[in-house]
């Protein structure tokens, strides 16, 4: 009777069940910005919706033009050039990616998605009839794309090649480098960047965008979501840049496919060139408290002794990672942080880590409840030191 496509795993695991039984006190895997007490412009966002056009409904595909211009704006204060006839507003960036893998793939397609990185790809794509095969990021002490084992994973269905600068959870930007030897294999690119405006240190070699590229096809996504911290507006962006013949194809196809779901709210086109004006606060609260937490991790990573656990290289985003010792599974790591800690972590097999044992932890935490949590999670990690495997 249902699709195949349709048909995922609905057997719960341990930790959900761990998580029904007891909620936890310090939950470390808050992503919910709405839910992290920064500070909001609450009867600004509200004005930006005050405006009589609302009640003419006059949509555009690719998206009402003064709200395309704003974002050009917005990247152009990046040093990204952008022109608004390649920009296409979409309620969220999942359907984002609905929209490119219609544009770029057939049933039974492929597109290369990194691992670690964000679990959603593969429902993604098997929504889309699309396979979504697997490159490597190595970690060295740094993050790198493994690129030879990329290059082998390109077949001739093969349609894609997909990007998180920053990655989530790894949180590793992009390197010029890499983008270089990306456009080699004539591929498009679609370059996922919606934390990329939350650097947490400095690179020179770090590629600000995608859209840098002088050959690819590239299609970078970005959204209110993370940049306005505003997640429940639901409206994200796709930028093109690209050889001009290839690019003014893909924008009338693209054209085409927008038209026939017009999912953006007008109110919401109309308030957003409003919305983008007001995010500073807001955004800037948001960096300020993930540089903060972060630099509470690593002292208390560093405080006294030396630590069983220890932080990976992290340049940007929300999240950090932890290596943990190897003296039990990942999953019993979690549901021992849960059930005796009351502190919720995120395994790192969430993420498609290649081994054991990592737990994630979100920056975005409020600092008091962040503390607390790292604190119990780093005492249980010592005190599992010298029990030897389990």
Partial sequence: MFSKRSAFEQRKNALTLALEAAAPRYDLTESNPTRAGLPYPGPELLAAFDNAAVRLYAPDPRGLLPARQAI????????????????????????????LFKLLCDPDDEVLVPQPSYPLFEHLCR???????PYPLHYDGQWHIGLPELRSAVSARTRAILLVSPNNPTGSYLKR??????ENLGLPLI????????PLRDDPERCQSALCSERALVFS??????????PQWKVSWICMRGPK????????????????????????????????SLLAPTQTALHARLRRNLGKLRGLLSNGSVS???????????Y???????????????????????????????????DEAYVVLSLLTPEATFDEGVKRLLQRVQANVGRGPR
């Fill in 221 to 230: 996504l970005f959204g209110l979501s993370k940049q306005a911290a505003l």
């Fill in 72 to 99: 050009a704006l917005r990247m152009a204060a990046r040093q990204l050039q952008v022109d608004p006839a390649q920009v296409f507003l979409t309620s969220g960036t999942s359907e984002a990616y609905g929209y």
């Fill in 177 to 182: 480098s890499e983008l270089l030897a990306l």
């Fill in 245 to 276: 013949a290839p690019t003014e194809q893909a924008a009338q196809r693209l054209e085409l496919i927008a038209d026939t779901y017009l999912s953006v709210a007008t109110p919401t086109q109309l308030a957003l060139p409003r919305l983008l």
């Fill in 320 to 354: 950090a990672t932890l290596r943990l010792p190897a003296t039990q599974s990942e999953e019993r790591w979690v549901l021992d942080f849960l059930e005796k800690d009351s502190v919720h972590v995120q395994p790192g097999y969430f993420f498609d880590f290649a």
């Fill in 127 to 133: 929504l889309e009839n699309v396979r979504a095969v």
């Fill in 191 to 198: 370059s996922d960047e919606v934390f990329g405006e939350y």
């Fill in 308 to 318: 069983p656990a220890s932080l990976l290289h992290v340049e940007g985003g929300f």
